[in-house]
């Protein structure tokens, strides 16, 4: 089992709609996660990070922890074209080895 | 405030040659972070520096190697580069240096090996 999974999609929504990606991971013990976008040809930039259970919001970013089911998910509210991007769930690596893992990412592409 | 640069932002070898890319940390950080990205792949771990040390390390072959300079920057060489060495190596610098703290990234080097 890889340490941090997402669906590679590409992941279809239209202009206006909410988008829902989606992490899962195998340690138990990781603390924090940190959701990165990706645009094609530049490098991953930093968009949410999330410490405890529940949800965090930030603007029309929203990330959920779910501890006990090990599971973070990403919502964009009205979603537009300049969202597209591949987004990027990553994770500190178990055993407290320090550093962070990265899923493979989620392909999203919003169309108008 | 100026971010994570690396140079050179592209680099075309040939195999056997060895390649040399470096990587200036935000000001104030202290962690640098090295990670591959082939084609179509995700983010792979490298190396891991912090206050001039090497803390970590990821499944990669000792032909990669680097170090931290004084001043945080650093440098990532590998050796006998190999076809499969081409990718995007990304560079990213924490403040700590941990695995829990955020990491921004440069805008990477675009390894070519032919």
């Known amino acids: 089992q890889k340490e941090v999974e997402q669906n590679s999609g590409p992941l279809s929504v239209p202009e206006g709609a909410i988008a829902s990606l989606n992490c899962t991971y195998s340690?138990?013990?990781?603390?924090?996660f940190f959701w990165y976008r990706q645009y094609s040809g530049k490098s991953p930039e930093l968009i949410m990070s999330?410490?405890?259970?529940g949800d965090k919001e930030d603007g029309r970013f929203t990330a959920q922890l779910n501890k006990a089911s090990q599971y973070v998910s990403l919502l964009i509210r009205d979603s537009q074209p300049s969202d597209s991007a591949t987004y990027l769930c990553?994770?500190?690596?178990?055993?407290?080895?320090?550093?962070?893992?990265f899923g493979a990412g989620t392909r999203l592409a919003v169309h108008p | 405030e100026a971010g994570v640069t690396q140079s050179p932002t592209h680099l075309i070898k040939t195999r056997g040659q060895q390649a040399t890319l470096r990587c200036s940390p935000i000001?104030?950080?202290?962690?640098v972070y090295w990670y591959q990205q082939a084609l179509g792949l995700g983010l792979q771990f490298l190396l891991w520096?912090?206050?001039?040390?090497?803390?970590n390390r990821g499944n990669f072959p000792p032909r990669f190697s680097g170090r931290q300079f004084p001043n945080y920057s650093s440098e990532l060489n590998v050796n006998a580069l190999e076809l499969e060495d081409s990718a995007l190596y990304l560079c990213?610098?924490?403040?700590?240096?941990?695995?829990?703290?955020?990491?921004?990234f440069g805008s990477g080097t675009q390894l070519s090996v032919l």
């Open positions: 990213a610098s924490s403040l700590i240096g941990g695995g829990d703290e955020k990491l921004f």
């Open positions: 340690d138990r013990v990781s603390q924090s």
């Open positions: 999330i410490y405890s259970n």
């Open positions: 990553a994770g500190p690596h178990r055993g407290g080895y320090n550093k962070l893992i």
């Open positions: 000001s104030g950080h202290t962690s």
């Open positions: 520096y912090d206050e001039g040390e090497e803390r």
